[in-house]
T-cell receptor
Framework: SAVISQKPSRDICQRGTSLTIQCQVD?????MFWYRQQPGQSLTLIAT?????????ESGFVIDKFPISRPNLTFSTLTVSNMSPEDSSIYLC??????????????FGPGTRLTVL | GESVGLHLPTLSVQEGDNSIINCAYS??????FIWYKQESGKGPQFIID?????DKRQGQRVTVLLNKTVKHLSLQIAATQPGDSAVYFC???????????FGGGTRVLVKP
């Protein structure tokens, strides 16, 4: 399985500021995703990070709030913009996943624990 | 909308006993299911997966059962150990859609 790292591992931020989270994979991967896990809850998909094009966002998530970059097949960033306390969550990137009828497991990074004051 | 959910939020198990974690799904078009384990402060760790053309799959100390008739998925952990204490999530994946939908999670507490 791919080795996935995220930076920072945790941060405490003031409301109204923005934080950019980095996800680095040790091998080239086609599919990369960003998830949010609110305190004590399950994971919710934010968007699919597409290499060379705009990310594909899920319902309830917009590019202005969560801009994503994917400059190559091993790296992606997620920015949480104009933060409020409601954005306090763990943000996780994942790689892999099924496509085109091929079943492949998704692997997750360690997560970035964000607290907004 | 369609979703994946769990019957039990918390499961307390005596060390050495078997654990069974259940999950219900509602999308009959789902064709691939994954179980993840998440320990405190860590990301979800892949445990085992199963395709919809199977009804059982075994790994090391774990077995996943799929009952498509009643849209039910379960994870069995044999001889539960303290290191098995974690939150377990089932997830649904459609190969064509390539998106994971997660269930609510079950916390497993292993008592010594």
């Amino acid at each position: 399985s791919a080795v996935i790292s995220q930076k920072p591992s945790r941060d405490i931020c003031q409301r109204g500021t923005s934080l950019t989270i980095q996800c680095q994979v040790d091998s080239q991967v086609t599919m990369m995703f960003w998830y949010r896990q609110q305190p004590g809850q399950s994971l919710t998909l934010i968007a699919t990070a597409n290499q060379g094009s705009e990310a594909t966002y899920e319902s309830g998530f917009v590019i202005d709030k969560f801009p994503i970059s994917r400059p190559n097949l091993t790296f992606s960033t997620l920015t949480v913009s104009n933060m409020s306390p409601e954005d306090s969550s763990i943000y996780l990137c994942s790689v892999g996943g099924s496509e085109g009828g091929t079943y492949n497991e998704q692997f997750f990074g360690p997560g970035t624990r964000l607290t907004v004051l | 909308g369609e979703s994946v959910g769990l019957h039990l939020p918390t499961l307390s198990v005596q060390e050495g006993d078997n654990s069974i974690i259940n999950c219900a799904y509602s999308n009959s078009a789902s064709d691939y299911f994954i179980w993840y384990k998440q320990e405190s402060g860590k990301g979800p760790q892949f445990i085992i997966d199963i395709r919809s053309n199977m009804d059982k799959r075994q790994g090391q100390r774990v077995t996943v059962l799929l009952n498509k008739t009643v849209k039910h998925l379960s994870l069995q952990i044999a001889a539960t150990q303290p290191g098995d204490s974690a939150v377990y999530f089932c997830a649904e994946n459609k190969a064509a859609g390539n998106k994971l939908t997660f269930g609510g999670g079950t916390r497993v507490l292993v008592k010594p």
